[in-house]
């Protein structure tokens, strides 16, 4: 089992960057895929960015391609979401999930993540 913390957001204006951490707790941080999710208020949760366990296999969402950056440092048991040029359709809870499961790519639905952090709020205003 994991437990998620996520941290970083905030209020910022169209066009900043902003980068989100999700600390893990855990020894066994490596042995799990990871992944970003939103929901912006009355929508659906939304995936955003994915990462295998080794860091090797990344998927995003069209919407943050180019935009967005997930990575993972298991040494610190710890994973980032970059995200530049931020815009206000950006706006959303911004959720890291988490899953064991062995799958041959990154997992894009939020069905298919056992853990979950609680949630950071980034605001993006024009």
């Known amino acids: 089992q994991v437990q998620l913390v996520e941290s970083g957001g905030g209020l910022v204006q169209a066009g900043a960057s902003l980068r989100l951490s999700c600390a893990a707790s855990?020894?066994?941080?490596?042995?799990?895929?990871l992944g970003w999710f939103r929901q912006a208020a009355g929508g659906e949760r939304e995936f955003v960015a994915g990462i295998k366990r080794g860091g090797v296999s990344i998927y995003y969402a069209d919407s943050v391609k180019g935009r967005f950056t997930i990575s993972r440092d298991n040494a610190k048991n710890t994973l980032y979401l970059k995200m530049n040029s931020l815009k206000p359709e950006d706006t959303a809870v911004y959720y890291c999930a988490a899953h064991s499961r062995y799958t041959v790519g990154v997992v894009t639905t939020s069905s298919g993540y056992d853990y979950w952090g609680q949630g950071t709020q980034v605001t993006v205003s024009s």
């Open positions: 855990g020894r066994t941080f490596n042995m799990y895929a």
